[in-house]
């Protein structure tokens, strides 16, 4: 009887031991040790006994924090800081199984200043607060800073993340605007190591603090200016700069519009008819309240246009002539065939623009409602209107064209239709088409 619970006795020892024995703080430091560690510090927490669903067995894990060269060239001081566990097998004696990699972050590479930081932010405000909360701020932001806590983190060489503080005021409903205080966690990326910031951000909200609250009419809060608004149009009058100066003659007739724009066709450049079509296109090409920022149609109208003009395998100087026929004129509307009356250019337009005075519009303008170029696009098309000798093609005025408002329709162009008064505007027109200059 005394043998048997001797043996129980120490069959329950060695059960106990098996069950609690786990490696100790030197053992783990030896195990994870490497020649390059610069330090090493394992979690106050104590080591811990976890099923891996992966492994389908206990593990005994112990979370540490390494600390190596990160063998930067550009930073020869910076270090890499590993976060991780050592993983042993359970049983008597525990055996180390491997070290498990949990994050990476580095120390000792310089941080930009917060005067960078903000100006960097600013000038990409559309890519640090994303779409949708540039069209829910009303005007601009305010107070945009570095956080009072940054908890700056490089996640490597060429990235890191920190928090950033700003105040704006958000529309929350149809009819209400609520000023929001918010800190967000941002990372920063570069393409080298040492090379400038990229406009690209990832930035998550970490805190909101509501302030005032602005009640509005749902129609008066859809006329206020949003900063997503307000960057369009900063945008779109930069690349109408862009373009260059253009001067535009004051049209007192149709006709003269349309001899104007076939000119510039002719001879201008690209960018300069792009800068003409801004400013000649009427208001419903346009954003409502803008004279710069182009509705999808509008935009489609001027690349087609600058496109088969200039971009092609032909240009439209190669294939139309500077005085060209007509096909069809009608009051505020005319369609002039190319060289060789296969192809034409049609062309709209309508008064525009201007005020009011005494009760009566005034100071409206010619406006493009409709601009299309056709061309030659074939090789055979394009081979064969080269083909003419000098003088062969453009020998002659067009006919039919007149002051506006009369209908000179039909195919090709037929002189007989035109009058003696048709003929002295013909005359004025080409002197104008001569004479205007290209802006």
């Not at 206990?58 to 979370?63: G, L």
């Not at 859809?222 to 253009?246: F, K, M």
């Not at 346009?286 to 690349?303: H, K, M």
Request: charged share 20%; glycine share 8%.
């Amino acid at each position: 009887m005394r043998y048997r619970i001797t043996l129980l006795i120490a069959a329950f020892g060695l059960s106990t031991l098996a069950a609690f024995a786990q490696p100790s703080d030197a053992q783990i430091l030896k195990d994870i040790a490497s020649p390059k560690q610069l330090k090493v510090e394992l979690s106050k927490s104590a080591t811990k006994k976890v099923w891996s669903s992966t492994h389908s067995q206990w593990f005994w894990e112990r979370w540490a924090t390494i600390w190596l060269p990160a063998d930067i060239p550009e930073f020869p001081n910076a270090k890499v800081v590993v976060y991780g566990f050592a993983r042993y097998h359970t049983g008597v004696p525990v055996t180390y199984r491997e070290w498990k990699t949990n994050s990476n972050s580095y120390e000792g590479i310089p941080t930009p200043n917060n005067e960078e930081i903000a100006a960097h932010v600013r000038g990409h405000l559309k890519d640090f607060l994303g779409e949708y909360n540039c069209n829910r701020i009303v005007g601009e932001i305010r107070g945009l800073r570095v956080a009072d806590e940054p908890k700056t983190e490089w996640h490597e060489p060429k990235s890191f993340s920190m928090n950033l503080q700003y105040e704006a005021d958000f529309i929350t409903s149809n009819t209400t605007v609520i000023t929001q205080t918010k800190i967000v966690e941002t990372r920063f990326y570069r393409d080298e190591v040492t090379g400038p910031w990229k406009s690209n951000m990832i930035t998550q909200e970490q805190s909101s603090v509501d302030g005032a609250v602005k009640t509005y009419t749902a129609e008066d809060l859809r006329a206020l200016p949003t900063l997503g608004s307000i960057d369009a149009e900063r945008s779109a009058a930069s690349d109408l700069a862009a373009l260059g100066d253009v001067t535009i003659p004051e049209f007192s007739r149709d006709v003269d519009v349309f001899l104007y724009t076939h000119k510039l066709l002719r001879e201008s450049t690209p960018e300069q008819f792009e800068a003409y079509l801004m400013r000649m296109l009427a208001p419903v090409y346009f954003v409502e309240g803008s004279t710069t920022r182009l509705t999808p149609q509008g935009a489609e109208l001027i690349n087609k246009a600058v496109n088969a003009a200039f971009k092609g395998k032909s240009t439209y100087a190669e294939q139309y002539c500077s005085d060209p026929q007509v096909k069809h004129q009608q009051e505020n509307g005319i369609e002039l065939w190319n060289a060789t009356q296969d192809a034409h250019v049609r062309m709209a337009v309508t008064k525009a623009g201007g005020g009011w005075k005494n009760g009566q519009k005034v100071g409206e303008t010619y406006k493009f409602t409709s601009l299309e170029v056709w061309m030659l696009t074939s090789a055979d098309d394009i081979a064969r209107i080269k083909s003419y000798e000098p003088g062969m093609l453009c020998t002659g005025s067009g006919p039919g064209l007149t002051g506006g408002g009369v209908s000179t329709d039909g195919g090709k162009a037929n002189p007989s239709q035109q009058g003696s008064s048709g003929g002295e505007l013909i005359k004025k027109g080409q002197g104008l088409l001569h004479k205007l200059s290209v802006p």
